[in-house]
């Protein structure tokens, strides 16, 4: 029999999140609430935007496709991410009202990551990161649109993490002993990510998050996801594993190209009503009650 490898992570966490199978528990349960609080503001939904980055205007819009997806997170009052951009088109982001952090790639000018770092709290930044998982490439160092990455020692990390008041993320974290290593360095959030399967034969960060929380226990740090997530049962399964807070990618993409923030907007609503109905069918009243006890893994 043909034996076929699967070396595409992507594949694999769609694969992983297919395997969960959810459990029902109606009698005594209620229509659930879908707010959140992170970092101590009330947001309507664990939804998440997307850390995304050069994103073109669709349809001949005015906005581009992350102003306009950031005009949905405000809209929604849900947390918005953005990535790997200049300090102009960062202030954009901030105009349009959303609560937004910030991922910094890892730059070898380091010069350039604080004072984006810095840009981004002087101007009103909910929070800043890191996507670390963009540090190496295929031929040593990454190079990002022609933008040359570098390592990141703990000492760097550390020195930025100071650096700033407000949150600091940790973007692409894929193990226990890395969640570990954020806490010990003072990062309030990881995003466990694969980052759209950079890393041939990743581990879905579903299959991660179990063992990532029980390692963070008792540490005040929030844990995030994304990588394969496009639906309500997708981030409901998420919770139960243990996140905090899911975010969707790719998945919202054709909502933004064809209607740009009106097709977000009912984009994520789908989600998060979709996620609503299963903790209403799941006996869970709201998103910090949610645990594994109506999942099944097959
Ligand atoms: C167009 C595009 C641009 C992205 N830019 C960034 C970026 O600048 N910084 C970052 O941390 N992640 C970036 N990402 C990765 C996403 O934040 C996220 O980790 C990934 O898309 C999740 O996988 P999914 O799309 O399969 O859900 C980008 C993804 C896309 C599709």
Redesign the pocket.
């Known amino acids: 029999m043909a034996y076929n490898r699967i070396a595409d992570a ?1 594949e694999n966490t769609e694969r992983y999140m297919d395997s969960i199978l959810i459990k029902e528990r109606l009698i005594d349960s209620a229509v659930a609430d879908t707010s959140v609080e992170l970092f101590g503001e009330k947001f309507a939904s664990p939804v998440l935007m ?6 073109r205007q669709y349809e001949k819009r005015t906005l581009n496709g992350l102003e306009e997806y950031s005009v949905a997170a405000k809209n929604m009052n849900i947390l918005n ?1 953005v ?2 951009m200049e300090n102009d088109m960062f202030k954009r982001i901030l105009d349009t009202g959303a609560k937004t952090i910030r ?1 910094v ?1 890892p730059y070898a000018d380091n010069g350039k990551v604080r004072e984006q770092m810095k840009f981004a709290e002087d101007n009103g930044a909910f929070g800043v990161g890191m ?1 670390i998982d ?1 540090i190496f490439g295929m031929d040593g160092l990454d190079v990002v649109i022609g933008e040359q990455m570098a390592e990141q020692t703990s000492d760097m990390i550390r020195s930025y993490i100071e650096s700033v008041k407000i949150p600091f993320v940790v ?2 974290v894929l193990s226990e002993e890395e969640a570990v290593k954020c806490a010990d360095l003072g990062a309030k959030a990881i995003i466990v ?1 694969h ?3 950079r890393l041939p034969y990743a581990v879905p960060p579903m299959m991660v998050l179990p063992s990532i929380k029980k390692a963070l226990e008792g540490r005040d740090v929030k844990i995030f996801v ?4 496009g639906s309500g049962a997708d981030v409901y399964k998420c919770l139960a594993l243990g996140a905090d807070a899911a ?5 919202m ?1 054709p909502a933004l190209e064809v209607e740009g923030s009106l097709g977000v907007e009912k984009f994520v609503t789908k989600v998060n009503s979709e996620l609503r109905f299963i903790m209403s069918c799941t006996g869970f009243k709201t998103v910090d009650q949610i645990d594994d006890t109506c999942i099944v893994r097959t």
């Not at 997307?50 to 994103?55: I, M, N, T, V």
């Not at 975010?247 to 998945?251: E, L, N, T, Y």
């Open positions: 992507n997307p850390a995304f980055s050069h994103l991410f990535g790997m991922i790639k996507d963009h973007k692409g990510s980052h759209h399967g994304d990588c394969g997530i975010a969707v990618g790719r998945s993409l």
